[in-house]
């Protein structure tokens, strides 16, 4: 499956973005989606997901209550909103797709299909 993933900015602390990752190549409801980050010099890190039918969606503490993750099976995306971002939101943010043979995971190695990153930075 091919991930293309849009949407990041810049803004400022407080400020809302949505993302958008548009998926094809195969069928998109056979995927669990992620979104990732990374910021210069750190590892990436686990941001949200939501199983395959929508049902389930888990968070990293740290977004949690400010992001929401949702898809859309009528288009292929799956979204990242994010309200209240804070400088320490600032990273490259990847979508990516694993296959929905189990639990909707949250490491880096589970997921088989990534998108090429946005840049989201927040300026305080």
């Known amino acids: 499956v091919q991930l293309q993933a849009s949407g990041g900015g810049l803004v400022q602390a407080g400020d809302s973005l949505r993302l958008s990752c548009a998926a094809s190549?195969?069928?998109?409801?056979?995927?669990?989606m992620g979104w990732f980050r990374q910021a210069p010099g750190k590892e990436r890190e686990f941001v949200a997901a939501?199983?395959?039918?929508?049902?389930?969606?888990a968070y990293s503490d740290s977004v949690k209550g400010r992001f929401t993750i949702s898809r859309d099976s009528r288009k292929n995306t799956v979204y990242l909103q994010m309200n209240s971002l804070k400088p320490e939101d600032t990273a490259n943010y990847y979508c990516?797709?694993?296959?929905?043979?189990?639990?909707?995971?949250?490491?880096?190695?589970?997921?088989?299909?990534w998108g090429q990153g946005t840049q989201v930075t927040v300026s305080s």
């Open positions: 990516a797709a694993q296959r929905a043979t189990g639990w909707v995971a949250k490491g880096v190695y589970d997921y088989d299909y």
């Open positions: 190549g195969r069928t998109f409801s056979s995927f669990h």
């Open positions: 939501i199983s395959s039918g929508g049902s389930i969606t």
